[in-house]
């Protein structure tokens, strides 16, 4: 629940407002006939988001601070990334790509790598499938940064974004921001892992390169988005990064494609962005639009 949905009700702005709005959509949403989160008392949800995992946003690790779901004035919310990063009260993290280009500058490539990966092999793990799984749930709905296929954008420049690669700059923001990869056969785990559970795990495709949302998951925040109106260079040319978004969703679906059939099994479905253009419009209204239109992000 954000602030601003306690503001259009006329009620107050504070944490308890923003806890009584997420139990009314909660109530809406698992059963639209009651009139209080005690009526749905015992009722199965049809499913789980694994936020902060893989794709992160900095009111995920905002400790006690943390008031927005849409962080506020370009600071950011993030004080933290467990188990290895603590104690950046003083100089918050804004998105994935802001962090992990700071923490390449100024602790360098290993560190970086071993503060993502800590994150990544403890924030979940085969314990919490399994209570996701005992509690009746049965479908996981699991977001992926774009850079889980990075080595889709070498016509961009081979050597950086090459099969194998740890860590790849957002090609638009190639000195701002910087993402670790994902790697495959990891991830192929964590689909086994959910078969074993017979879970069933909707592949969400969360953020593409140079943002195409504004807000913290987009993983350039709080620069401005430019998925919907950038060019890059690319083998001697210039393509769109929408283009370029293309080619993600290509080896993404290669990917699923290829999956053994254990792997397959585990799989509900994949999706494409979310979210797409989020605050396009309220941006536009300020006067920095950051699409070419409505209808380029609805075709």
């Known amino acids: ?19 009584d709005a997420l139990q009314r959509r909660v109530v809406a949403r698992a059963a639209p006939n009651a009139s209080s989160s005690l009526d749905v008392v015992g009722t199965v949800p049809p499913g789980v988001n694994l936020g902060g995992w893989l ?12 008031r927005h779901v849409v962080s506020q004035n370009n600071s950011g919310q993030g004080t933290c990334l467990p188990p290895l990063l603590w104690g950046m009260d003083t100089e918050p993290w804004s998105s994935e790509g802001l962090l992990t280009k700071h923490l390449l500058d100024s602790r360098g490539e290993a560190k970086v790598l071993e503060i993502l990966t ?9 314990d919490d499938f399994e209570t996701i799984a005992s509690s009746g749930i049965r479908s996981v709905r699991l977001p992926l940064p774009w850079s889980t296929f990075a080595d889709a954008l070498s016509p961009i420049d081979a050597g950086v974004y090459k099969p194998g690669a740890e860590i790849v700059p957002d090609p638009f923001y190639r000195e701002q921001a910087s993402f670790v990869t994902v790697d495959h056969e990891w991830l192929a785990q964590i689909l086994r892992k959910a078969a074993h559970h017979k879970l069933k795990l909707v592949l969400d495709l969360h953020n593409m390169p140079g943002g195409s949302s504004d807000g913290t998951y987009n993983g350039i925040w709080p620069l401005t988005p430019k998925f919907w109106t950038a060019t890059v260079a690319a083998g001697g040319k210039g393509a ?7 080619w993600i969703v290509e080896a993404f679906v290669k990917w699923v494609e290829g999956l053994g059939p254990v792997e397959l099994s585990a799989v509900e479905g994949i999706t494409l962005l979310n979210e797409p253009g989020h605050m396009a419009n309220v941006d536009k209204s300020k006067g920095n639009p950051f699409t070419m239109g409505e209808t380029q992000v609805m075709d």
């Open 55 to 66: 794709v992160l946003e900095d009111w995920f690790f905002s400790g006690t601070g943390g």
């Open 118 to 126: 800590a994150h990544r092999q403890t924030y979940i793990v085969d």
């Open 240 to 246: 769109m990064l929408a283009e370029v978004g293309h």
């Open 1 to 19: 629940a954000s602030d601003d949905e306690c503001h259009l009700s006329g009620e107050s702005t504070d944490s308890s407002c923003a806890l």
